[in-house]
């Protein structure tokens, strides 16, 4: 089961991020466990997390999401989802999972992370082996986001 410690630092990234970036509400859904391996948006951004905590984190969403929340970040119109609104969505999740690598050292939990990779598609396998993702659903005005949350801890002491 995943510690609280491992998945509060990402929810509070997200909403600091979501509401002072892009200056929209934001309302956490209800968290699930999920050990599917498909996607469920259309636009994902995954990121991995090596040290004491170790795993993904993955941010999906609709290419509809991703063009409007890339518009408010670029502060111009999106209607193609193109190289640089993936470059805008992928420092989305490179910004929010790095406050949240911030908020982990915190909770004690040491870690690097990866580069952004944008996967597109729905339904893509993305496999975490063994361990399940925690989904944290994120509403806002121009559409969902779901964060999974895949980190198990390694005390290496």
Do not use: W
Not at 38 to 53: H, Q, W
Not at 95 to 117: F, M, R, S
């Amino acid at each position: 089961m995943l510690k609280a410690g491992l998945v509060n630092p990402f929810v509070e990234s997200a909403y600091k991020f979501l509401q002072s970036e892009i200056n929209m509400e934001v309302t956490r859904g209800q968290l699930r466990l999920e050990s599917s391996k498909a996607t469920s948006g259309e636009i994902n951004v995954a990121l991995g997390v090596a040290g004491e905590a170790e795993g993904t984190v993955l941010y999906s969403m609709s290419e509809r999401t991703a063009k409007a929340i890339a518009a408010e970040l670029l502060g111009e119109a999106v209607p193609v989802f193109n190289e640089l609104a993936e470059s805008s969505i992928a420092e989305m999740g490179n910004i929010i999972t790095g406050q949240a690598a911030a908020g982990l050292e915190e909770h004690g939990y040491v870690c690097k992370l990866t580069p952004p990779t944008i996967i597109t598609g729905k339904g893509v396998m993305i496999s975490t082996v063994d361990i399940q993702r925690l989904v944290i659903p994120i509403e806002l005005p121009v559409g969902f986001i779901e964060i999974s949350v895949a980190l198990r801890y390694y005390n290496k002491k």
